[in-house]
């Protein structure tokens, strides 16, 4: 696929910092997950929390997602409003404030949430009122954050929800995120079958309480290849694999191959000093660009083996090879994301190259809601 | 000043995660520096990065702030159509599109720019037509990011400046961005002193050119109580005094005693998991708390001794010491922000605890802006 070019006119007007998605390859790697999925069986129900877009999410759906899973009611709400079908909440809502804004999401329909724990349980169902509601019970796969920690529990929890009046068992999840990021092929697949395996002893506890399960929801790019052959899984969650990062780069395949994803995602930035020597410095820092992943790695339009480092809120420094020439300010550059999600995040909207050569804008949403302003 | 309460029944209906913001701190913060500047007959011109809101930059404005500086054309923006006079952005701006949106800024009057390029100079004069523009130069005094790095390049920039028609040059900046964190003070002054040195080097250039700056900006909240002393500021740029964070409760003043501002932003988070023994998982994680500074270590509302580790996007876990008992799942907790200035760019709004004990919702603007979507 062709590489984009930060020196092509449509970017010149685009206010830098700003994200830019590669909308061939972005569609690429959509099929290309779906055709896995389509190969194993396996329904596709990707995770919004990299992507935070409706645009995008809808381009999933449209190959072949079954639906579209999410981790914050923010999302949640605005995949509602966009009507799109079968949302699962990944976290568990807790809390008086966070049950009331599922409840009224559950009111419009074809939403799922997980949860751990009976009080949470209660408190939507005191709350939901004549409001049906569709509930999964979380397990803990060994990423130790949210869940229940074994099958007595998980039995229990389900037979609680399946005991209430307009409450549907709907299934259940386990994200192993502790292993989604394992570099090497065979430990990365040690990891993921031990936290397969504690979902298959929940699967046969609920099976024999006569609590089948509807879905058996997780795992994640790092380890969809693996998940999709072994099971138990019904669906996948996988979102990072659309937008690709660092961090997914330098995982490998069972042939010590990369994922067979392409970078989409990239920060275009501009050069806004260049006093000092074998540097210039960018307009893309910490608040452009996330920290927490490997240092960004790949450049487009500065000379090849120069480095970005980190300089403070709005800046990057990019040392250059010795004896390269110098970048004029006002010249653009493309960083391709460091870490996927949490750079989405600082950003309002994507700048899509769509195939056709035309620049589209899809808004990110999905932000945290604050209170609603008094008169607002 | 009395600690905020998670359990106050104003903060349950909050979306969390969410900013909180203690208003008796943040304008004790602000009444503090104000005060050390008039006694020291130096200006302030607080910095927007920090807060990013037009009604905490009004705050200031009320509280003796001659103007304000700011890092990004979003926040220039922001404050510009606010009306807020004074506004020194603090980047220099390069490339055309910035150097368009600097002159329609300039047209409404009352801002100036730091400029390091001659590049620069000539296309915002060239864009700018009969727009009046205010120009300043920015020095590099051992940060090693933007700016010219000695006296001559300053007095060849100024010069520039100062010869063409309807641009003003206006002063000088001098951030030592370097020197703001340096814990111990006695290390810290020198680092500060060296910059100054830097400073006062241009200034005599400039002055013996017949270039006299018209202000000389800089420091931060680290530095500002000797950059106030030992000068050669004109004015005072530090915006993290005011909301204060992990990073500046460490940095310690002459007599060891830590610096004179009181913490006042914290992220409000919720309960949302506790299956395991020991620990609680919250709603406040890498999209919740910014990541590149200590880890959040004041926690109100949790036992004594409990700590907190990020797990991810949306979640952290706290571990509780040993014996407490477990916080059930709904349950609010503030946890003080880690690093004030990238944090607060996460939330689209403060809820802010009035003196008076209303809630009030403060929106965060400034962020940076997408092309404007075709139609809208």
Redesign the interface.
Known sequence: MKPLDPGDARF???????LVLDAAALDANIARMAAFAATRGIQLRPHM?SHKSVAIAQRQCAAGAVGIAC????EAEDLSAADIRNILLT????????CV?FVALSRRGSIATVV??A??VN?LRAIAGNVALELAVDI?VGQ??????GPR?AVALARLIASLPNTRFAGIQGYA?HAQHVVGFDERQRVARGAAQRLRDVVSALSEAGLKPGFVSGSGTGTSDIDMREGPYTEIQAGSYLLMDAEYRTVRGADDSALPFEQSLYVLA???????CG?I?V?AG???L???GPVPDVLIGVPKRARYRF?????G?IALPPGAATL?????ILIAATHC??TV?????Y?VIMDDGS???W?IGG????????G?
Do not use: C, F
């Open positions: 010149a007007q685009i206010p830098t910092p700003a929390k981790a914050t009611l923010a976290s568990p809502p807790a809390g008086e404030e966070k804004r751990d724990d009080d949470q408190m803990d130790e954050r949210t869940g229940v920690v529990e995120g501009t050069v806004v000093s260049n006093r000092r540097e410095t307009d910490t608040k452009a996330a920290v927490n300089w403070g809120d709005e800046h420094i004029p300010t006002g010249r653009r999600d949490p995040n600082l950003h309002s909207a700048h620049l589209n804008v808004p932000r945290y809601r604050p209170l609603r302003a008094a607002s």
